[in-house]
């Protein structure tokens, strides 16, 4: 059974920093893309960054600069951390991992900024 267990969330004031991490169960390697997506109320989930097993990652223009994607493949762990954090970072953020054309999802962690 594969899955990814979402950690590190909670309130954190503007312009503070918060690192949330995914756990997979397993070799984090299985997966060919491990990504975080936010959900904010009323809104849709969307990409926020994604690394690739090769290690190539990719950014929401909205969080370039502030906030990096990376792994610890060694505890099957990828992280993000977010940095200058803004009220419309305000959010639920979900793990997704991409494995054998399969989906993977986390129960999601609430990243709250706010002052």
């Known amino acids: 059974q594969v899955q990814l267990v979402e950690s590190g969330g909670g309130l954190v004031q503007p312009g503070g920093s918060l690192r949330v991490s995914c756990a997979a169960s397993?070799?984090?390697?299985?997966?060919?893309?491990v990504g975080w997506y936010r959900q904010a109320p009323g809104k849709e989930r969307g990409l926020v960054a994604r690394i690739t097993s090769a290690g190539t990652t990719n950014y929401a223009d909205s969080v370039k600069g502030r906030f990096t994607i990376s792994r610890d493949s060694a505890k099957n762990t990828v992280y993000l951390q977010m940095n200058n954090l803004k009220p419309e970072d305000t959010a639920v953020y979900y793990c997704?991992?991409?494995?054998?054309?399969?989906?993977?999802w986390g129960k999601g962690t609430l990243v709250t900024v706010s002052s």
């Open positions: 397993g070799n984090i390697f299985r997966f060919n893309a």
């Open positions: 997704h991992g991409l494995s054998a054309g399969m989906n993977y």
